[in-house]
């Protein structure tokens, strides 16, 4: 088939909806705020992004494809693209959830997009999702997940030592800190923790730093800087980051922006927010 065929089949999932019903565990959000290092005490403090806590997918054993995500299909299009990345989200933050309460979450497809970019085809499918909770909308999020070619070999980044300057916060994340976040997000790709496949199938210098992961580091310095909750929280994955060279994490432009830079100085990621 002609990807303008393979597009106009993949655009038919755009409406087909999922609906998942749990309660939230506290400790499932406890593992998650261990995981990116915040505090344990969620029943008081909720941590960044606790919603992604929840809702988790969960794959049968041979339900897994060989990059250890889902196989291709069911309520995600079957996209034949090699890699795929969950790349962008914007999220609306209504009311707070309560743990030990059952909570909804409904998701739609909401559009699948082809573009050609450099490295050759991308496209992108975005997810609208909806938690409520006693009948009331507490968050919104709309996720932009990417599938692309294998492209190119991504370069190593040369670490230049640059320290975080004032009113930024420095993270040098870790093989056991990758670990640990797959674990809290049941999250089996495998550019995560096995190098091996991660060098020779994906073709990165290193094991990749999920883009979640750094999405909530971000979302917590936010707050920290804003010394107040957030209402709304976007983000966007600009490069992959690797386990071993430090990031830091830095105001944005504007006053509402946060980004994520790499040891190289290049953006690993930005990201805006809302009050």
């Not at 655009?11 to 499932?28: C, H, S």
């Not at 674990?183 to 495998?190: G, L």
């Amino acid at each position: 088939m002609s990807m303008e065929a393979d597009v106009a089949h993949w655009r038919t999932w755009i409406g087909r909806k999922e609906t998942r019903t749990e309660a939230l565990d506290p400790e499932a959000a406890r593992r998650f705020a261990a995981a990116i290092g915040e505090d344990l005490d969620v029943e008081a403090a909720p941590p960044s992004l606790m919603h992604w806590a929840f809702f988790l997918p969960v794959p049968t054993a041979d339900g897994i494809g060989p990059d250890g995500h889902s196989k291709r299909g069911g309520f995600q299009p079957p996209i034949t693209l090699a890699r795929r990345m969950f790349a962008a989200a914007e999220m609306q933050f209504l009311a707070p959830l309560r743990l030990g309460q059952e909570a909804q979450c409904d998701a739609v497809i909401a559009d699948v997009k082809h573009r050609a970019g450099k490295s050759g085809d991308l496209i992108f499918v975005e997810v609208d999702r909806k938690i409520t909770q006693d009948g009331a909308e507490k968050v919104r999020e709309r996720q932009t997940i990417v599938y692309r070619d294998a492209g190119e070999p991504a370069a190593p980044i040369e670490d230049k030592a640059i320290a975080p300057a004032a009113g930024e916060e420095g993270w040098r994340p870790s093989t056991v800190d990758l670990f640990r976040f797959s674990a809290a997000t049941f999250n089996s790709h495998r550019i995560h923790y096995d190098l091996p496949y991660a060098q020779e199938e994906e073709f990165y210098p290193g094991l990749v730093v999920h883009g979640p992961f750094i999405a909530a580091k971000l979302f917590g310095y936010a707050r920290r800087c804003a010394g107040k909750p957030l209402s709304a929280f976007s983000f966007r994955a600009l490069a992959p980051a690797f386990a071993g060279p430090a990031l830091r994490l830095a105001p944005g432009e504007g006053g509402r922006g946060v980004a994520a830079l790499r040891a190289d100085g290049a953006v690993a990621m930005r990201a805006e927010f809302a009050l």
